[in-house]
């Protein structure tokens, strides 16, 4: 799983650099403005309708029941039940899509009702260019929990590179022909080539496929089952980023685009590591619960947690000290202003606490649904739902914080749903330890703190002797303070008695010497093959 988990987490790290290329490209050609605003907002109906069958069919149902078989060695009864769960949803894709494109008119005001006029109109065609996507995401995201479950992480995962490097092509080569509307041709291209990429591994499988449709198959009957809860707890937690959204459009604009840019921010790390893991563990877990192996479930879970919280906490701690000078080496160019930069910067700062309780909550709800227990889940997002929407609103009102002020409250809401789930799932594996968590979480952090000091410490020396006018001078600043942060962070964390810590140390030496044995090794010349000692 280390080396699953290695793989995955280059290769997202690839997808959201090329990511961050993509809001660059987005914010160099068309700037903080209400068209970029309307662009985003276009693309909120169409991700609720694909975490809802994506999120809920694959995640929640599909995959824990797949991998379930798989593990029990009943690949050919698996892949009845799958075949006719995927022709159900295909069908229900297609008419989802369809649905979603006549009836945008009656949408738009979901995600932006303070639009009118020409705004409201460009918002209307943004989303009827936008609503294919969902036919073709939600296709790739069904190939990919199929991969997956078969432990194939790597080739999957080229697809949503080749998704971002699609929307990049429409800002910089469409764009300028075509205005925003180039920008959702690029993403209606990369969506297309995203699936393609998933479905040529898929049919590979094209021995186990069956054209069936067996409805009434108590295990298909059991996914959906399973896959309804999911899919309202996941609606939930769509309808709280819409309502995000929709009270943005009420403040200045460019609002909803500060909030976007910086949640992407916040989203890099979170997806490659806490997706990543998340990812890799997922299938292990639901093979281990299928079996009943309630301790291998426990240890695994303990150690994917400890892993993600590991790296996430210094990674929140330090987004928030270098939130500005990450925001302008990103996106400050063309029409995005020093002014733009400022005000996603202020949105980051309250995003960062997020990002260490959704890298817990990725793990812990696939905790859940490799129990199959989907309702709990569904519990949780729902209270977070009221709680979110009225901490918005609160802060809205009662503070100065404008846009900062729903990112503040996407953080609270997200620590709180953290806890709850933690509560709740120590009640299913007693192993969870809320001592050990919580004083591993303060380690972390304490260890965190003197990075923070040196990160912030090397941006300032950088920005005296090289300025932040140019590219280059801005690469310098953040390079230089991400340095000193990663060398701090490793010995104080030692220092903290993190295990962790030490562990990674011995990796990394152990992959040095590798590759200075490869180097030192004569070309051509194979290393003599060894005889096993014998096992005790």
């Known amino acids: 799983m280390v080396k699953d988990a290695t ?13 961050f290329v993509r809001e660059r490209a987005v914010a160099e050609v068309f700037g903080r403005t209400a068209q970029t605003d309307a662009f985003k907002a276009a693309f909120n109906i169409p991700d609720l309708m694909y975490s809802l069958l994506v999120g809920g ?3 929640a149902a599909f995959l824990p029941v797949f991998a379930g078989y798989l593990a029990r060695g009943e690949e050919e009864e698996g892949w009845h039940v799958a075949s006719t769960f995927l022709h159900i949803t295909f069908a229900l894709l297609v008419l989802l899509t369809g649905a979603g494109m006549a009836l945008a008119p009656w949408l738009s005001p979901l995600v932006a009702y303070a639009y009118s006029g020409e705004q409201r109109e460009l918002l209307v065609e943004l989303m009827r260019w936008m609503f294919p996507t969902v036919f073709l995401t939600g ?3 069904l190939g990919m ?3 997956n479950s078969y432990r194939r992480f790597s080739i999957p995962l080229l697809g949503p590179i080749l998704y971002n490097l699609g929307i990049i092509l429409g800002a910089y080569v469409l764009g300028p022909r075509m205005g925003i509307r180039g920008m959702a041709a690029g993403t209606l291209a990369g969506a297309f080539v995203n699936a393609a990429v998933q479905w040529v591994q898929v049919l590979t499988f094209r021995r186990r496929w069956m054209w069936v449709l067996d409805y009434r198959h108590p295990q298909v009957r059991r996914l959906y089952r399973l896959m309804l809860p999911s899919m309202v707890g996941l609606s939930v937690t ?3 980023l819409i309502i995000s959204s929709n009270l943005a459009s009420s403040l200045p604009a460019g609002s909803i685009t500060a909030l976007n840019l910086a949640n992407r921010l916040m989203q890099f790390p979170l997806g490659v590591f806490a997706m990543g893991m998340s990812t890799v563990v997922f299938p292990a877990m639901a093979g281990q619960a299928a079996l009943g192996q309630w301790g291998g479930l426990s240890r695994t879970l303990s150690r994917s947690l400890r892993g993600v919280l590991f790296v996430t906490i210094p990674s929140a701690v330090g987004l928030a000290v270098l939130a500005e000078p990450l925001v302008r080496l990103l996106f400050e160019a063309g029409a995005f202003s020093r002014q733009d930069t400022v005000a996603t910067a202020h949105a980051v700062v309250l995003y960062a606490p997020a990002l260490v309780a959704q890298s817990a909550i990725q793990i812990l709800t696939r905790a859940f649904y490799s129990l199959q227990d989907t309702r709990t889940p569904v519990a949780i997002s729902t209270a977070a739902l009221g709680l979110h929407t009225l901490l918005n609103w609160a802060l809205l009102r009662a503070t100065g914080l404008g846009h900062g002020g729903l990112a503040l409250g996407f953080s609270l809401t997200s620590w709180v749903s953290s806890a709850l789930y933690v509560t709740l799932l120590r009640r299913r594996l007693q192993q969870l330890s809320w001592r050990e968590l919580v004083g591993f979480c303060l380690r972390c952090l304490v260890a965190s703190l003197p990075m923070a000091a ?4 090397a941006a300032s020396v950088a920005r005296q002797h090289w300025g932040v ?4 001078a801005r690469l310098v600043q953040v390079t230089a303070a991400g340095t000193v942060a990663t060398v701090l962070y490793l010995p104080a964390a030692h220092l903290a ?3 962790e810590a030490s562990e990674t140390v011995r990796l990394l030496a152990q992959l040095a010497a590798r590759w200075r044995g490869r180097l030192a090794r004569p070309a051509g010349r194979q290393p003599q093959a060894t005889v096993p000692e014998k096992e005790t």
């Open 7 to 19: 793989l995955t987490m280059t290769l997202i790290l690839v997808s959201r650099l090329l990511g």
């Open 57 to 59: 069919a694959i995640t």
């Open 139 to 141: 296709v790739a995201g």
């Open 145 to 147: 929990g199929i991969l």
């Open 238 to 240: 769509q309808l709280s």
């Open 454 to 457: 040196g990160a912030w410490w």
């Open 469 to 472: 006018q140019t590219l280059g």
């Open 497 to 499: 008695g993190i295990g």
